[in-house]
């Protein structure tokens, strides 16, 4: 049995992975945004071990979560999940950061530089990271801006990064495909099943194909990815950017 914390879980991917890995057996914590949306969560997946609360859009409550998480010990699998879709960079978080930017980009930054190190990380993505700007403009600007795509093309990097930097752990990200869950809107055209199956996979499964590092996945199948990715230069730029903005340092080895 593995201990699993899934951020993003109240709903649509997350909560799918999440009944997923408790009908296997194993114990998951989830994450809500909110109070109410955890006590939906409680009700909804009663199998769940515990449900934490923070919103990701706060570095502030970021970092607390990852404190909260910390107490609770040493997780084997984090599926960093939690994420918006096309907002403005006009909708700012209390931060002053652009709410795309705060959760998708350095939240999880955030939670995996300041948690203690589990055997295996996921990072969602997107297909769309193939739109993203590798040159990481949008970072570097007095007020940091990014898009939808620049977002999922950071997290692609971010598993990148701890892949080449932290030994002993499986850092992979997951594209899970335009399923329609309430982000992706009721006529995407993928397969809602495959769309969290990757994520349970890479996060308790012993399929040798799954005990990887350094991977990009589209339905448990290695898929085509921007390059730029696996440049250490891009990766380091991108981890000092966020460790600017953010004002958390990435640790070399983890914690």
Same mark, same amino acid.
């Given at each position: 049995?593995?201990?699993?914390?899934?951020?993003?879980?109240?709903?649509?991917? #997350?909560?799918?992975?999440?009944?997923?890995?408790?009908?296997?057996? @194993?114990?998951?914590?989830?994450?809500?945004?909110?109070?109410?949306? !955890?006590?939906?969560?409680?009700?909804?997946?009663?199998?769940?071990?515990?449900?934490?609360? !923070?919103?990701?859009?706060?570095?502030?409550?970021?970092?607390?979560?990852?404190?909260? =998480?910390?107490?609770?010990?040493?997780?084997? !699998?984090?599926?960093?999940?939690?994420?918006? &879709?096309?907002?403005?960079?006009?909708?700012?978080?209390?931060?002053?950061?652009? =709410?795309?930017? !705060?959760?998708?980009?350095?939240?999880?930054?955030?939670?995996?530089?300041?948690?203690?190190?589990?055997?295996?990380?996921?990072?969602?993505?997107?297909?769309? @990271?193939?739109? #993203?700007?590798?040159?990481?403009?949008?970072?570097?600007?007095?007020?940091?801006?990014?898009?939808?795509?620049?977002?999922?093309?950071?997290?692609?990097?971010?598993?990148?990064?701890?892949?080449?930097?932290?030994?002993?752990? =499986?850092?992979?990200?997951?594209?899970?495909?335009?399923?329609?869950?309430?982000?992706?809107?009721?006529?995407?055209?993928?397969?809602?099943?495959?769309?969290?199956?990757?994520?349970?996979?890479?996060?308790?499964?012993?399929?040798?194909?799954?005990?990887?590092?350094?991977?990009?996945?589209?339905?448990?199948?290695?898929?085509? &990815?921007?390059?730029?990715?696996?440049?250490? #230069?891009?990766?380091?730029?991108?981890?000092?950017?966020?460790?600017?903005?953010?004002?958390?340092?990435?640790?070399?080895?983890?914690?």
């Amino acid at each position: 049995m593995s201990k699993i914390f899934i951020s993003g879980s109240t709903d649509g991917l #997350g909560k799918l992975a999440a009944i997923a890995l408790i009908n296997q057996g @194993h114990e998951v914590y989830l994450h809500a945004r909110n109070p109410r949306r !955890a006590q939906q969560a409680q009700s909804e997946i009663p199998g769940a071990e515990r449900v934490l609360t !923070a919103e990701l859009s706060s570095i502030e409550e970021t970092k607390n979560l990852a404190a909260e =998480l910390n107490g609770i010990g040493k997780f084997d !699998a984090v599926i960093q999940n939690a994420g918006v &879709y096309q907002v403005s960079n006009l909708e700012l978080s209390a931060d002053g950061l652009p =709410l795309l930017l !705060a959760v998708n980009t350095i939240a999880p930054y955030v939670l995996t530089s300041l948690m203690q190190r589990p055997e295996r990380l996921i990072f969602l993505s997107s297909g769309m @990271h193939l739109q #993203g700007d590798p040159t990481l403009k949008g970072l570097r600007e007095t007020k940091p801006r990014v898009s939808y795509s620049d977002s999922k093309l950071h997290n692609l990097i971010l598993a990148k990064a701890v892949a080449k930097k932290w030994s002993g752990i =499986l850092s992979n990200a997951v594209d899970p495909g335009w399923v329609p869950t309430r982000m992706g809107g009721p006529g995407a055209p993928d397969d809602l099943e495959k769309g969290y199956q990757t994520q349970v996979w890479l996060a308790a499964g012993n399929d040798p194909k799954a005990l990887v590092n350094g991977r990009y996945f589209h339905h448990q199948r290695s898929s085509n &990815y921007l390059s730029k990715a696996d440049d250490i #230069g891009t990766q380091e730029q991108f981890l000092n950017l966020c460790g600017q903005i953010s004002g958390v340092s990435f640790p070399s080895q983890g914690r």
